[in-house]
């Protein structure tokens, strides 16, 4: 498959169709779309970007499932398959903390919750009917009217050990946020435990630009959660993650401590610089595990970021 690209979550409005039609005659393989709090919803979003394209992939990455009771989730997702089928891919994810416990979303235990979810939804989609009396999902003999005749694959949005390993025996794939380096890639693989048929996606910031300090400047100010508890798991296999911890921690202010990133960190951590240079990294993250790199267009000018990103969408 083709590289893809994420559908930006604050493009104005006016901006999302285009940029999506655009994505679609400049070859991505895959267009992401994101559903973060307050923003815009996943599942429209999605819809809309299926109805005005024509052949490329659209995935959900990620909807949070203790958000959604998981026969209208599978519902929604049984719609955009049968309407455009083998171009849609749904994404599962806990969700936030903070934006879940906003919501009354977060339960005693999210992996718990997390789980029962994914098996409901995935039998669902596969034409099953579904008793499920768990912890956090009640279904007493419910399927789907019509299910899709080529049913979603259904990706985990996680990160953590336990996470990943659910996801290996629950789920079709795995997307994994940014930043990730393949030593990241190779981890994540490790504790999904599940064969090659499990896929594993990944976002990554990226910036084309035959000017390398360029470039990195364009992909530095989507790196200041960087050094953060939830971006532990990305840089613990990382043979500087104990510097960048120190970094963090003694430097409080997050646009200083961006800045202070040495290139060589900002070049493992992103898809930054030349284009020629951008191609080999995706080759190195494809051999450490990865099935799909997904970019994350950086910069003031998302739709100029597209047309640059667009050299490397055949890697």
Known sequence: MSTGVVLPRDLPAADVLPFARRADALGAGSLWVI???GFRGGFAQAAAV???TERVHVGLGIAPAAARNPVFTAMEAATLAEQ??????LGLGHGVPGWMRQV??????PLTSFGEHVEAVRRLLHGETVT?????VHLDGV???APPATPPLVVSGVRGPKSLALSGRQADGTLLAEPVTAAYARAAREQIGAGPEHRLIGYELAAI???PVRARDAVRPGLVWVGTPDAAAHTAPSPYAADLQSLRDRTPDVDEFVRLLPDEWVDDLTLAG???EVRARIADLRAAGLDEVVLFPTGDDRLAALESLAAVFSA
Do not use: H, I, K, N
């Open 35 to 37: 559903e973060d709090l």
């Open 274 to 276: 030349p284009a020629e």
């Open 132 to 136: 499920l009396l768990g912890d956090y």
């Open 50 to 52: 299926l109805a005005v």
């Open 143 to 145: 399927r789907l009217d």
């Open 104 to 109: 009354g979303a977060w339960g005693r235990s």
């Open 209 to 211: 630009d035959d000017d």
């Open 84 to 89: 455009f089928p083998g171009r849609f891919t």
